[in-house]
C-alpha cells in the first residue's frame, strides 16, 4: 500500500524546538521529492521545507530558512522536519507530501504533489 506515515508535532513554547518524521510505504523512495506543506486557520497551506531524493536538493521557505532543516534516512524511507527557534506563527497543521519527478522550481507547490500524509497539529505559545 502506497502511503505517508507522519508523526511529531505537539505544543512548544516560543523558541522551543520540535521534530517530525515522514515514512513512506509502498514507493521508489529515491524517485521521490519530500517535504512539509503547513497552514494556519484562515490562511492558504503553504510551503515550508522539502527535499529530493534524486540529488539532495532542498528547499525552505524564507521564513524556516535557517530554523528548519529537513534530512533524511533512505534506510527507513523517513524525512525529518527539525524545527528550531519556533515562533508563534509557526502555529499550523504540518502535512506531509511525497510525489516523483518534481522538479526544484515546483517543490512548493501543492499542485506537485499526489501523496499526502496526515495532517500533525504544531502549535507555539508565546
Known amino acids: 500500500e502506497v502511503q505517508l506515515q507522519a508523526s511529531g508535532g505537539g505544543l512548544v513554547q516560543a523558541g522551543g524546538s520540535l521534530r517530525h518524521a515522514c515514512t513512506a510505504s509502498?514507493?521508489?523512495?529515491?524517485?521521490?521529492?519530500m517535504g512539509w506543506f503547513r497552514q494556519a486557520p484562515g490562511k492558504e497551506r503553504e510551503g515550508v521545507s522539502f527535499i529530493k531524493m534524486t540529488d539532495d536538493s532542498t528547499y525552505h521557505a524564507d521564513s524556516v530558512k535557517g530554523r528548519f532543516t529537513i534530512s533524511r534516512d533512505n534506510t527507513k524511507k523517513t524525512v525529518y522536519l527539525q524545527m528550531n527557534s519556533l515562533k508563534p506563527e509557526d502555529t499550523a497543521v504540518y502535512y506531509c507530501a511525497a510525489d516523483e519527478g518534481v522538479i526544484q522550481s515546483a517543490l512548493r507547490m501543492v499542485r506537485s504533489y499526489d501523496l499526502w500524509g496526515q495532517g500533525t497539529l504544531v502549535t507555539v505559545s508565546s
Open positions: 509502498g514507493i521508489s523512495f529515491d524517485d521521490y521529492a
